[in-house]
């Protein structure tokens, strides 16, 4: 058994590292990214905590009730956070510039075949019509205003967030592998992936954990 674990902790990483080789279309290199939010956690979405120059092109911010800045790395964690709070000034990354528009300006391509972020389905958004056309005639897909997109996401959200809490209950259990493996110290608990990964990443506990692995730990710090 336990040489059976070891094996699938090996094609894992093999995975990742072949995945990582693959640029994925949402990713912009570090200093590309414009990261509103403050902490020491900024550089996570504070829903998931998924690494948010990794997915940029679909990165939304909004400032809530008590005036934080919060950046997601998709429009489904905004809509998750928004079950809980009173968002206001809601941006998006246009992928032309990679520069944030306010979300009324833009046009959304949804659902074409370029991969999308916690969902099946994509959804990239444009500072102008036409460059949203100029996407969709190259991938495909439905081009929409904002509030269109946001309340087909709201009518999903039940049914995505239960697909996304399965897959994050399996990379939880590969975090612990790694965790044990990998990191010292007793484990700590967390409140939100975002705090754990920032912890790892300051504190030096797993080494140079980075992308799916510290991802995974992540989520099994905060018990996903």
């Given at each position: 058994?336990k040489k059976l674990l070891v094996f699938m ?85 246009d992928n032309t510039t990679l520069k944030f ?121 905060t018990g996903k």
């Amino acid at each position: 058994m336990k040489k059976l674990l070891v094996f699938m902790m090996v094609l894992s990483s093999m995975l990742f590292a072949k995945m990582g080789m693959m640029k994925m279309y949402q990713s912009v290199p570090m200093d590309k990214a414009i990261i509103l939010q403050k902490g020491d956690a900024k550089m996570f979405c504070p829903k998931c905590g998924m690494t948010l120059p990794m997915f940029y092109k679909t990165n939304h911010v909004a400032t809530d009730e008590k005036g934080v800045v919060k950046q997601y790395c998709s429009i489904h964690c905004l809509a998750e956070d928004a079950l809980n709070h009173s968002l206001k000034d809601m941006k998006v990354v246009d992928n032309t510039t990679l520069k944030f528009i306010p979300v009324e300006k833009a046009y959304y391509v949804v659902g074409s075949k370029k991969k999308g972020t916690m969902s099946m389905v994509s959804k990239y958004a444009f500072g102008t019509k036409e460059a949203a056309e100029a996407f969709q005639k190259e991938n495909g897909g439905k081009i929409m205003k904002f509030v269109d997109v946001f309340k087909m996401v709201q009518d999903n959200l039940k049914k995505e967030s239960a697909m996304i809490a399965k897959k994050q209950h399996k990379m939880a259990k590969m975090g612990g592998m790694i965790y044990k493996k990998m990191c010292k110290g007793e484990k700590k608990s967390f409140s939100s992936v975002a705090e754990a990964k920032a912890y790892i990443k300051s504190s030096g506990v797993c080494g140079n954990l980075k992308g799916k692995k510290l991802q995974a730990v992540g989520l099994y710090l905060t018990g996903k």
